[in-house]
Structures are given as C-alpha cells and as structure tokens.
C-alpha cells in the first residue's frame, strides 16, 4: 500500500523536477528584473521598477528595441506575403513536381544559423550592399520563411480544393476566389505564420550579429551588456524581450485555435 | 421536346488513361437525366466537362445554342450541387446563398428575395442566420442545393448529392428533389451510381460502362428492355439465359437452354436462331408440379421482406426467383425440386 502511494506521489515530483529545470532560471530573471537592490543575491530586498525604468530611458536600450521591432515587423510582412504565395503556390503545383519544391523551400530550416549568417554576409559583401537594418530583415526572412511555410502548409492542406471550383461554379474569377474564399477560411493561420516569423527574428542573434550594420537590437545588447558587466538592467530588458514572445506566442495559439475550429466545422458537418 | 444542351463527339483522357469515348449526349429541357454507372465509367467526367472543370480532349459542348466547350467554369450559366456539400464555413446560411449573387452583383433588395425565396424552397427559411457549420448532413445539403438554383442555372448538375448521407435521409431527399424540379422547372443532369436512385428521380437514364453511353431510355426502358448485358446487369438483377432455336410454330417457338440442354416453350417468336433471355427475377414463378417451364432444384431462399428470393439450380446455371411475400409457397425449402415457369407474356431479348 504504501508502496503503491509513493510511487504514485512520484510523478508529481518529476513534473516539479522537469518544471522547475524549465522555468526557474526564467523566474530568477524576471523577478531580479524586480529586485530594488543591484546585488543579485537571493533574497531580493525590495520591489521596485528603477532596472525598467533605466531601461525604457537608456537611449542604448530604446534604440535597440526600436530596431528590432522594425526588423521583426518588416520580416514578419514580407514572410507572411511570399509565404502565402509559395504555399498556395505549392497546393496548386502538379503532384509530380510538389514534393521536390516542399523540399526547395523547407531545406534551409535544417541550416545552422552560423551557416546562414556567414553566407549572408558574404553574398552581401559581394553585391557590395551596405549592411544596415535592411539586410538583417531580408537575412530574417530567408531563416523564418521555412517556419511559415510548415504552418500554412499545415492547414492549406486539409482545405477541400473543391470550395475552389464551387467558387467558380458561383462565377467568382481567381481573384474573387481567393478574396473570398481562400483568404477568409485561412487568415488566422496565415496571421499565426506571420506572428511566428516575428518571434523567431525578435530575439534572432546569430544571423543578425552577422549581417547588421552600426545599429543593434535587442539580443545583440544584452549579449554586449553581459560582456561588459553586470548590469541588473539587463533583466528588466530579457523581461521585456520575454514579454514580448510570450505574448506573441499567445496569439499564435489562439490564432491556430481559430482556424482549426473552422476546419472542425466543415468536416462535422 | 427542346434540347437545352448537346455534347458530341466528347472524348477525354487523364494522362494515358482514357475515360471518354465519343461520347454523344442530348439533355431536354426541363428533364431530370441521370447518368448511371459503376465508378470509373466516366459520368462524373461528363458533368465536370459541362461545368467546364475538364476540358474534352475532343469533341463540343453546346448549351441553348451556344459553344460553351472553351468557356471557363465562372462564365458558364450552369451550377452544380457536389457530394460533399462544401458550406462556406466563415459564412452564415444566408451569405453561403447570397454567395453567387453577391459576385454577379445582384442588387441588395434582389438578393434578399431571392435568397429567402431559395431558403424557402427547400424549406430551411428559418435557418438563415445560422452559422454552416451548425447543420445536419441533410440540412447543409438543401443549403448547398438552394445556393446553386438561386442562380436560376439554365442546367443545374448534381454529382451524387445524396451518397453522403444516411439511407433514411436520402430516401426524403429524393422526394424534396423531385418537388424542388417540379416547383423550379429546371434541367438536372443527376450523376449517380445508385441504379435506384436513378431510376426513382429520372425521366431519362443514360447507362454508361468504361466510358461508353450503353443505353438511353426512360426508366422503364432501361428496366424492361435493357439494350445490352450490362445494362440487364447493373440495372436491377436480372437472369440471363441463352437459348437456341429449335422449331418454332405460330406465335410460340420450341428452344433449348444452352447451358443445361433443358428445352423450354417460348411464347413469342425469336428475331434470330441464337438469342439470350433477360429476364427479372419477379417475373419468374415457381411450382410444385406440372411440366411447364424448367426443372430444378432450390439451393438458397432469402427473405427480403416485400419478396422471397430464390436461387434455383439448374444443371449448370442458377436461376434467381422472386416471388411476393405473401404469394410464396410456404412449404417449399431448400432441395425441394421445383419447376421455374416463365411468364406468359413475350419475355425481352438479347440478340448480341
């Protein structure tokens, strides 16, 4: 019997293990982020905002966010828009040629950052392109465009084709189809993709340490910042970094949610 | 009789598979024509090329006067009912009807009518703010079936609506189908591989086989005077017997059954020496004496309700006979040796 309780109280104890391997050196950061003293010693004495506000008033601080929401904004659109065409795209390619252009767009998922940094940098070098903001987004969206592809070509594949020619049944063109019927069963994946995308170049450092020019971003800072000394700011900074991708990763849940629920719909019925 | 659309000469392949033979093809106006067959016959292909979703390889399609073979689907005044009923899910019932008349730019009033009218027409009025992805199977194909004729197509095409759903609903859909052509007026060509099916809604079949018309008739046609084997086969069951003439005297001719050597007298004459017997398995009696007709001996009796079946075996072939439920001898079972009596009238005739 008591055998039995005991290994049955074990699991609960492997889950508070696994969570708190997971979770606890992200808790020590944000509630540092909190702690009025600058000595990173546990207990922390008091509450206090000051790393945030050092943080939102350091022009070294705004800028670099200020950047990284540009460059993640303007990858995130140009994934969403290229994306969108290569996974409709690929839904209305023959079934011979399919496989072989899934395999041309999803390869460079498996390519290490480092890899696609160092090559980046040289194609620039070579067409003489200046480094700035702008070859980061561009470098961004050749590391997020795999991910998005995965995420849209997840449910493109399981829409019915036959709502297209049902469309043109009803006398929509092409372009009446995909307006209205394409684009309304699939934005919410769509936008989910494109969230995603501006996740994955929010806090991107590999590529981004080699293709930016005089300007910094977010993780860049930190990294720069650690390197120096050891700044409590820091904590509030990774906290807002993490404030920022978790809730970006909120919507991406609610989002896939959304468009599953729709796809339940039409196969209930 | 007006003919409202007319394919000739349409051939098709996928590839290297060929699907369509020179297909010719009339349909009236106002008609139900049901194209019959197994899958793979090639019926659905016909109903896709008039909907414009395949191309003929050869061949042209010709709807009230007009070549519509190189017209694509959205510029076609035909509309077509799928399987799957394919709601709009992100659209409530109304706007999954309004649909095609929000495209052709309806006016707002217009669309309101119309739309209402359809809904009414197949009875779902009330369900018109509901979301699509809150209906039954039958309900979503009604909407899907009103969201096609609100367009008043001048052919609407039906590619097997009611397979998907359940055999008691599809029984009431057939009846609702029949109404909604007689209330509308409009042409159906109604694809189906339920020979049932096609020959309860239809005015005309067209019984097709590996991409060939075998036959067109009306539902009694291809019933009691199927034009081939296959045709004798798939709609309905039916025995096959071959027979040879042997001697034939005034209206009655003396044959002999060429599987089993038994002779038998015919009441009609032979139009050729070698001929095959159609005939439907209720039209043969069974009977505990006499000489007429053939001998045999009962092998298998299945009770199917409104009739009993018998299977019959001859040396060397199996008859099947139905007879009513309540005429049945009830005292005959299996082994019993009984005699299979032809009808009295002139019993169809193949002659290939």
């Known amino acids: ?269 | 009789m007006n003919t409202v659309l007319s394919l000739t000469g349409i051939s098709k392949s996928f590839g290297k598979v060929p699907i369509l033979h020179g297909v010719d093809l009339d349909v009236h106006e106002g008609e139900i024509l049901s194209l019959l067959g197994p899958s793979g016959c090639g019926k659905t292909t016909i109903l896709r090329i008039i909907g414009g979703f395949e191309r003929p390889d050869r061949g042209r399609v010709v709807l009230a006067g007009k070549d519509i073979t190189d017209v694509p689907p959205h510029r076609r005044p035909v509309n077509i009912v799928f399987q799957r009923y394919l709601l709009f899910p992100h659209l409530s019932v109304f706007d999954n009807v309004a649909f095609g008349l929000r495209i052709d730019k309806v006016g707002k009033r217009d669309i309101e009518r119309r739309v209402r009218e359809a809904l009414e027409l197949v009875g779902l009025e009330d369900l018109a703010d509901r979301r699509a992805t809150q209906l039954s199977g039958g309900q979503s194909q009604r909407i899907s079936l009103a969201r096609a004729l609100v367009k008043r197509p001048q052919v609407l095409l039906l590619d097997e609506p009611l397979s998907a759903l359940d055999q008691k609903v599809r029984i009431s859909m057939q009846a609702e189908l029949r109404r909604i052509h007689r209330e509308t007026g409009t042409t159906f060509v109604y694809v189906t591989h339920d020979q049932q099916e096609a020959m309860s809604l239809s005015n005309r079949v067209v019984v097709m086989n590996a991409g060939r018309i075998e036959q067109i008739g009306t539902p009694a046609d291809v019933y009691h005077r199927s034009a081939t084997k296959f045709v004798s086969g798939f709609v309905g069951d039916a025995n096959l017997v071959a027979v040879e003439a042997l001697d034939s005297a005034g209206d009655g001719t003396e044959v002999k059954v060429v599987e089993t050597g038994q002779r038998l007298r015919l009441r009609q004459t032979l139009p050729q020496r070698e001929a095959v017997l159609v005939v439907r398995p209720e039209l043969l009696r069974l009977s505990a004496t006499g000489d007429d007709g053939l001998s045999g001996t009962i092998s298998d009796i299945a009770f199917l309700g409104s009739a009993v079946q018998f299977h019959v075996d001859l040396d060397g072939m199996t008859l099947r006979v139905q007879e009513p439920a309540g005429a049945a001898p009830l005292t005959l079972g299996v082994g019993d040796v009984v005699r299979v009596v032809l009808p009295d009238h002139p019993v169809h005739v193949l002659t290939d």
């Not at chain 1, 043109?168 to 684009?183: I, N």
């Not at chain 1, 069963?185 to 293709?211: R, Y």
């Open chain 1, 1 to 269: 019997m008591s055998l039995l309780r005991s290994r049955r109280r074990s699991p609960g104890l492997y889950l508070a293990v696994v969570l708190a391997f997971l979770y606890l050196p992200i808790a020590v950061v944000v509630l540092f982020s909190f702690n009025s003293s600058s000595t990173l010693n546990l207990p922390i004495k008091g509450f206090s905002l000051r790393w945030y506000e050092a943080v939102l008033t350091d022009p070294t601080y705004t800028s670099a966010l200020r950047n990284s929401l540009i460059v993640a904004v303007v990858c995130a659109i140009i994934t969403t828009v290229l994306g969108t065409l290569a996974a409709f795209g690929l839904t209305h390619v023959s079934p011979r040629v399919r496989p072989w252009l899934a395999v041309l767009f999803f390869a460079p998922i498996t390519l290490p950052g480092l890899f696609l940094g160092l090559s980046l940098l040289a194609w620039f070098a070579k067409l003489d392109i200046e480094l700035s903001l702008w070859t980061v987004a561009a470098a961004h969206v050749v590391y997020t465009f795999p991910y998005f592809l995965l995420v849209a070509q997840s449910v493109l594949d399981r829409i019915d084709p036959q709502y297209d020619e049902l469309a043109a049944d009803l006398g929509a063109s092409s372009l009446l189809r995909f307006t209205r019927v394409t684009l309304p069963m699939t934005w919410p994946v769509l936008v989910a993709g494109g969230m995603l995308s501006f996740v994955l170049s929010f806090d991107e450092f590999f590529i981004t340490f080699f293709v930016i020019g005089p300007q910094s971003t977010v993780p860049l800072v930190i990294y720069s910042a650690m390197r120096r000394a050891i700044d409590p700011s820091i904590n509030a900074f990774a906290t807002l970094l993490l404030l920022v991708t978790f809730l970006s990763g909120v919507v991406i849940a609610v989002l896939a949610r959304t468009g599953r629920a729709a796809r339940k719909g039409v196969k209930a019925s």
